[in-house]
């Protein structure tokens, strides 16, 4: 399990910081099939999967806006506008994926994971929805879906906050260090929840205290917090732009295999 855990806090670190992706995206589908394959395969193995991802989401959003605010990069005036709402979405969303079995949340993680594919693939950076991000009615609805969706996928703020951002005319540095502050609103409210969560004793890993298993957690940090500087390294030495097509292809390959287990075990 140690050896397991290493690997994919390694792999998800790398990519953090090379793609910009949140490193939910790739927590989640590795701990499944981590926990899976040492056994602990129950009827709510994802909640599993997803607070243990939105913890580690915690230490590195925080490290990450810590990071990016000292660079001046995080607007702030955007964050305290989206934070409330994106904190009842997530709320919200700890809610419904206590409510509901792994199968059913394997099926939605799969048609999410299929959408952020398709826009990391094929979209484009001028696209444009807006040229400011939107407020009064249509921030009341936006914000509580990226809390919400985000929460029933176990990911941070960077996978629909960026795309959002950059559609309302954020320019992009200013939208990934904004989006790692929607993380820790995300990641904060639902972890709590999550701990609270009642997981039968028999199909959880050693050291998981309500749905967060803390060994996974404490190695996956550990990992990370040594492999991001190394992606960030990289995506300054190469142009990260065919690798996001890269990137788009596994993750659409994760989202189909995540599908298939939903429908047919």
């Given at each position: 399990m140690?050896?397991?855990?290493?690997?994919?806090?390694?792999?998800?670190?790398?990519?953090?910081?090379?793609?910009?992706?949140?490193?939910?995206?790739?927590?989640?589908?590795a701990f499944f099939y981590a926990f899976q394959t040492l056994g602990y395969d129950g009827p709510q193995l994802m909640?599993?999967?997803?607070?243990?991802?939105l913890?580690?989401?915690?230490?590195?959003?925080?490290?990450s806006v810590a990071s990016h605010n000292?660079?001046?990069?995080?607007?702030?005036?955007?964050?305290?506008?989206w934070a409330p709402g994106i904190a009842i979405g997530a709320v919200a969303g700890v809610l419904v994926a206590s409510s509901l079995r792994s199968a059913t949340l394997?099926?939605?993680?799969?048609?999410?994971?299929?959408?952020?594919?398709?826009?990391?693939?094929?979209?484009?950076?001028?696209w444009r929805l807006g040229q400011a991000m939107p407020k009064g009615p249509l921030?009341?609805?936006?914000?509580?879906?990226?809390?919400?969706?985000?929460?029933?996928?176990?990911i941070g703020g960077g996978s629909f906050g960026v795309p959002l951002m950059?559609?309302?005319?954020?320019?992009?540095?200013?939208?990934?260090?904004?989006?790692?502050g929607f993380g820790v609103v995300i990641a904060v409210p639902s972890v709590i929840g999550f701990l609270m969560l009642d997981i039968d004793p028999a199909m959880r890993p050693p050291l998981t205290v309500g749905a967060v298993n803390g060994a996974a957690f404490l190695v996956v940090i550990a990992m990370t917090l040594i492999t991001t500087p190394w992606g960030v390294k990289l995506?300054?030495?190469?142009?990260?732009?065919?690798?996001?097509?890269?990137?788009?292809?596994?993750?659409t390959l994760v989202a189909l295999n995540m599908l298939r287990k939903a429908f047919w075990g």
């Amino acid at each position: 399990m140690l050896v397991l855990l290493m690997v994919i806090g390694a792999g998800a670190g790398v990519l953090a910081g090379l793609l910009g992706v949140g490193g939910g995206i790739v927590l989640v589908p590795a701990f499944f099939y981590a926990f899976q394959t040492l056994g602990y395969d129950g009827p709510q193995l994802m909640q599993m999967c997803l607070a243990t991802s939105l913890a580690t989401i915690i230490v590195t959003s925080l490290r990450s806006v810590a990071s990016h605010n000292k660079k001046g990069a995080v607007d702030w005036e955007i964050l305290r506008g989206w934070a409330p709402g994106i904190a009842i979405g997530a709320v919200a969303g700890v809610l419904v994926a206590s409510s509901l079995r792994s199968a059913t949340l394997q099926g939605i993680f799969g048609v999410l994971a299929l959408v952020i594919g398709a826009y990391l693939g094929l979209g484009r950076s001028e696209w444009r929805l807006g040229q400011a991000m939107p407020k009064g009615p249509l921030r009341v609805l936006l914000s509580p879906l990226v809390g919400f969706l985000s929460v029933l996928m176990g990911i941070g703020g960077g996978s629909f906050g960026v795309p959002l951002m950059s559609l309302f005319n954020t320019p992009i540095h200013r939208a990934v260090a904004t989006a790692a502050g929607f993380g820790v609103v995300i990641a904060v409210p639902s972890v709590i929840g999550f701990l609270m969560l009642d997981i039968d004793p028999a199909m959880r890993p050693p050291l998981t205290v309500g749905a967060v298993n803390g060994a996974a957690f404490l190695v996956v940090i550990a990992m990370t917090l040594i492999t991001t500087p190394w992606g960030v390294k990289l995506a300054h030495a190469m142009d990260p732009k065919p690798l996001k097509r890269v990137f788009a292809v596994f993750l659409t390959l994760v989202a189909l295999n995540m599908l298939r287990k939903a429908f047919w075990g």
